[in-house]
């Protein structure tokens, strides 16, 4: 059975910093490239970063550029992503997602609420 399982979601302040975890398991996960995604009522769901298989290779949502990094272990299954200088902006339900051609599959979010 796939699982993505995120965690690491909580209530901070403006210029906190936080880290989420994603943990796969039911699938080779050293296969899926990997992504972190966002939502917000007001707004669909947005890639804020991914990774590639090997984690040579990341990008990031402009919003988010030399605050977030995304990272992988293949070894442990897991996926990262650390957050640096919080903004209210950034509040949301974030998703790990993983992806292999048109195979996707997602998590059931954890919530980053940035406020005073």
């Known amino acids: 059975q796939v699982q993505l399982e995120e965690s690491g979601g909580g209530l901070v302040q403006p210029g906190d910093s936080l880290r989420l975890s994603c943990a796969a398991s039911g699938f080779a996960f050293h296969l899926y490239a990997m992504g972190w995604y966002r939502q917000t009522p007001e707004k669909e769901r947005e890639l804020v970063a991914g990774i590639s298989i090997s984690g040579d290779t990341t990008a990031y949502a402009d919003s988010v550029k030399g605050r977030f990094t995304i990272s992988r272990d293949n070894a442990k299954n897991t996926l990262t992503l650390q957050m640096h200088s919080l903004k209210p902006d950034d509040t949301a339900v974030y998703y790990c997602?993983?992806?292999?051609?048109?195979?996707?599959?997602w998590g059931k979010g954890t919530l980053v609420a940035v406020s005073s």
């Open positions: 997602n993983a992806n292999y051609y048109d195979m996707d599959y």
